[in-house]
Structure formats: structure tokens, C-alpha cells
């Protein structure tokens, strides 16, 4: 789509970050990087390239591991109780939340996440690294288990898995890397991280609050780079976890990596969200919703719920309102608190939504609102569009775009909404409106889905967070979200005690 912009983006031109760095983070302090590559830092907003990190070699990312593994084995770690490296864990969180104003503007200068939202990202994170401290008590518990039909018994211990390769994405970069990070730290795990190329510098917000807080040596490694940097990461022999959120097609090549190895994975991928709107809905609280269900971060979200599937008799009224909602939201400025649409993450994955609103076009639907090309002159701006009329084979009803595009869907019956929610090939999150929440809820057992939000859609740090079908492998959050970074050992004793 051609791009034809007049407006310019005004405050942003008062960030003034400056970010060139030659080093990555290995055994406790920054060391400078043995490969010569660099990638580049751009600002969404502006275009213009504001710093640059070192896309690490091989060799970077085997001293990173080597580090992890040598802290792992060394006394220390791995070995105290979880109530004590659980007392770090909220040392940690302090430190990080008071460095909240420097976190969130880095990662709008980023990724161009509104402020409005990134602010909150080095608190919330401070709150996964308290929930998770909260749990060393049952980490710590004895599970003494009984034969069945006699006085002998196990215990079952719960040790750390071992060395963690953590490898986060653009969209939220500090707060998808500390839902790895806080469970595997809880557990006495060493880790490496790998945050996405578009988004490297933040993360240097969060060593300095590790630092700051104590973690010992080795503990926590950093290298950036390019996607050949995860592949040295993720198959390094020293590893014994990776954990990954990113697209299902990377998502599909680490599975083959880590199935040909034996090592455990956890995959947090993409999603086609379904929000049901029910006959008796109340379509005031669903419209003030919809922004925050489904166009959340400026649509780059992958539980969003970017499906829209209304009950004929409502679709127009439904449709009219999400518009309505949609036009009122002020694109702009990613630092002005009052935008809700920023700019999206780089040119590349402006031009794909480009092209999926222009697939939308010749799949036969109709757009609503939207559409057009951004009236900015620079900047990656994609204007929010909303498709009516559309079916469920279509593209753009199937596949994941990633940018501020919302399908709605009309259905006939509840069984066809069923039958629309799940025919896709994701299965994240989702959300269904309905007066009737105890209708809604058991209608929630219907839909092939991780999770799913009656009235609204959120995420409980208490409960498990996982994808079906093409939208990942085995859960984060919850005590479940610590046991991935845990190895079993059953310990057979003689009932003699």
C-alpha cells in the first residue's frame, strides 16, 4: 500500500536515548562481544537510528552458557532454599520497579508502545517477581508420598532444571522475559536471555536492577542478537531449558531443535483470538472493552482477541460500535499518555499488514473504518482498520496480523459461533459477553482455547497461561509456570520412621 502521510509525530522528537554498546552481560559483568556484527536500534515513531548493539557470535553465546553452567554447578544458587533466593527475588523487584521511568522509555523508543503503557511494565513485572517469591514456601514443602498398600514412602524433590535459555520477543520485552525469568530464578536455575533484535537495550535496565539486587555471578546472562545468535543459544550443548515466545514458525523450528536433543521446551506463540458476542450481551461494557481485549498495544498482542464474532440480529450494531471505538482512539505521538495507537514495531511488519489489509480487500471484505494509508510522514503507522462482511475462510479471519486490523464475524447460533471460534488453527485466548456469566462460562468449555474471559480478558499471574494447537507448548504462570523449571527425583525410603 502506498503510503501517504502529511502529519508529523511531534513530542517524540524530545527522546533523545542515545544507545551504542560493544559488550554483552557474561559472569557478572558487561565484557565486549567477540563477533564484529552490530544491529541496529530504530525508532518506530521517528525512523531514525538511535543506537546499535553487537549481534552475537558464537562464541559469545558459548561464554554466556559456560557462565550459567559454571554458576549452576558452583555452591551458592542453585543449593539455598527457595525462601532464600526468594528474598533476592523481591530485592530484585524493588530495584527494578524504581527504575520504571528509564524502562518504559527505552522500550518505547524501541518498539513504539504507547507510554500509557509501557510505564506500567517495570511494576508489573516487579509484581510476577513478588508472586512468584510467594511461592518458595511450596517449593520448599516436603512432598512425602505413600506405596499404595504399605508403610514405605517417596519423596518427591523438586530440584533446578539447570542452565535456561530465554528468548523473548519485541512486543512486551521486559514483561515476557520476567515470566520466564521469575519462575526460573525461584526455582535456582541459571539462565541466559536473548531478547529480540528489534528491542535489545531495555534488558540493560534489568541487569543493572539484578545487579543492584544481588543475584550472584552467572546467575543471569545477556547476549543480543539475530535469530542466528538463538539458534547458537538454543542447541548449545550446556543448555538444559529453553523457553521461547515468538511466531509458530519459529516457535515449529526450536521444537524440531530441542525434540532432536530430548530437552524440554515451553513455547508461547502466536493467535486468532475469538471474542464471542452473545445475544443478551451488554454491548456498552463490550464496547469499552474492545479496545484493551482486542487491539491491545496497538494490536500487537497475541492473545488479542482480533475475531469479532456477533450474533446476526446485533452484527450491525456491534460493528457500529467497534468503529465508534476504534475512531475515538488518538493515534500519534507513542509518548503522548493519551495515544492509544503508536506506531508498529518496523517497516517490515508495517508493509505485512499493509498487505494483509490489502488481501482483506480482495478476499471480498468490506472495510469499515480504516484502511487508508497513515497520515504521518514518517513513522511506522498502520491507520486502525475494521473488516465487516467477512467469513471465516478468509485470510485475514485465519491468519495472525499482528498490527491494529480487527475481522467481526457474523454468526447464526450459538453453535456456529462455536463452530467459528474454533475454526482456526490457534488456540490462545479469547472472550465471551453475555449477561448470562454461568451460560457464558460453561459455553467457555466449548471453545478450543488456553484461556478465556467472561466480560473481559486478563491475565492471572496465579493461573496457568499456555496455547493449544499452533499456539504453543505448556503453560507460564502459576505454580505450573515454576515446575517447567524443575527436575523431578523420586527418593524410595523404608516406612521405618
Known amino acids: 500500500m502506498t503510503q501517504a502521510r502529511s502529519r508529523t509525530v511531534s513530542t517524540t522528537e524530545q527522546n533523545t536515548l542515545s544507545a551504542y554498546f560493544d559488550d554483552v552481560f557474561v559472569d557478572g559483568g558487561w565484557r565486549p562481544a567477540a563477533g564484529p556484527g552490530r544491529i541496529e536500534i530504530v525508532n518506530p515513531a521517528t525512523e531514525k537510528v538511535w543506537g546499535s548493539v553487537p549481534d552475537a557470535s558464537e562464541a559469545d553465546v558459548d561464554a554466556a552458557v559456560r557462565a550459567a553452567s559454571a554458576a549452576f554447578a558452583r555452591p551458592g544458587w542453585s543449593r539455598l532454599a527457595a525462601e532464600e533466593r526468594a528474598v533476592v527475588l523481591r530485592r530484585f523487584a524493588d530495584e527494578l520497579e524504581v527504575r520504571g521511568a528509564a524502562m518504559a522509555a527505552h522500550i518505547t523508543a524501541e518498539n513504539g508502545t504507547p507510554i500509557s503503557e509501557s510505564r506500567s511494565a517495570a511494576a508489573h513485572s516487579a509484581g510476577i517477581l513478588r508472586y512468584f517469591a510467594g511461592l518458595a514456601g511450596w517449593l520448599d514443602a516436603e512432598d512425602r508420598r505413600p506405596f499404595p498398600g504399605g508403610d514405605n514412602y517417596t519423596l518427591v524433590r523438586r530440584q533446578p532444571i ?13 514483561t515476557l522475559v520476567m515470566v520466564k525469568l521469575a519462575p526460573a530464578l525461584l526455582a535456582g536455575c541459571t539462565v541466559v536471555i536473548k531478547p529480540a533484535s528489534e528491542t535489545p537495550v531495555d534488558l540493560r535496565v534489568l541487569i543493572e536492577a539484578a545487579i543492584a539486587a544481588g543475584i550472584p555471578a552467572g546467575v543471569i546472562n545477556l547476549v543480543t542478537g539475530s535469530r542466528v545468535a538463538g539458534g547458537h543459544l538454543v542447541t548449545h550443548p550446556l543448555v538444559d531449558k529453553v523457553a521461547f515466545t515468538g511466531s509458530t514458525a519459529a516457535g515449529r523450528i526450536i521444537a524440531a531443535q530441542c525434540g532432536s536433543l530430548l530437552r524440554p521446551v515451553t513455547l508461547e506463540l502466536g493467535g486468532k483470538s475469538a471474542a464471542i458476542v452473545l445475544p443478551d450481551a451488554d454491548l456498552d461494557n463490550f464496547s469499552s472493552l474492545v479496545l484493551r481485549t482486542c487491539l491491545r498495544n496497538t494490536g500487537q498482542t497475541c492473545y488479542n482477541s482480533t475475531r469479532i464474532l456477533a450474533p446476526v440480529a446485533l452484527y450491525d450494531e456491534t460493528v457500529e460500535r467497534v468503529v465508534r471505538e476504534v475512531r475515538q482512539a488518538q493515534q500519534g505521538d507513542p509518548l503522548d499518555p493519551l495515544t492509544v495507537f503508536g506506531p508498529v514495531v518496523s517497516a517490515r511488519q508495517r508493509e505485512s499488514i499493509e498487505g494483509y489489509i490489502g488481501i482483506g480487500r480482495a478476499e471480498g471484505a468490506r472495510i469499515a473504518t480504516g484502511g487508508t494509508p497513515s497520515e504521518f510522514d514518517r513513522g511506522y503507522y498502520v491507520t486502525p482498520t475494521v473488516f465487516r462482511d467477512v467469513t471465516s475462510s478468509m485470510r485475514v479471519a485465519q491468519e495472525e496480523i499482528f498490527g ?31 449477561t448470562d456469566e454461568e451460560h457464558a462460562t460453561s459455553l467457555a468449555a466449548r471453545i478450543d482455547s488456553g484461556s478465556i474471559g467472561i466480560n473481559f480478558y486478563g491475565s492471572n499471574l496465579a493461573a496457568p497461561f499456555g496455547g493449544r494447537k499452533d499456539s504453543g507448548l505448556g503453560t507460564e504462570y502459576g505454580p505450573e509456570g515454576v515446575s517447567a523449571y524443575l527436575a523431578l527425583k523420586s527418593v524410595h525410603r523404608l516406612g521405618r520412621d
Open 162 to 174: 539447570g542452565v535456561c535459555a530465554l528468548i523473548a520477543p519485541w512486543n512486551f520485552p521486559l
Open 404 to 434: 491494529p486490523v480487527l475481522v467481526v464475524l457474523p454468526y447464526s447460533d450459538e453453535a456456529d459461533a462455536v463452530r467459528i471460534a474454533n475454526d482456526s488453527s490457534f488456540g490462545l485466548g479469547g472472550a465471551i459477553f453475555g
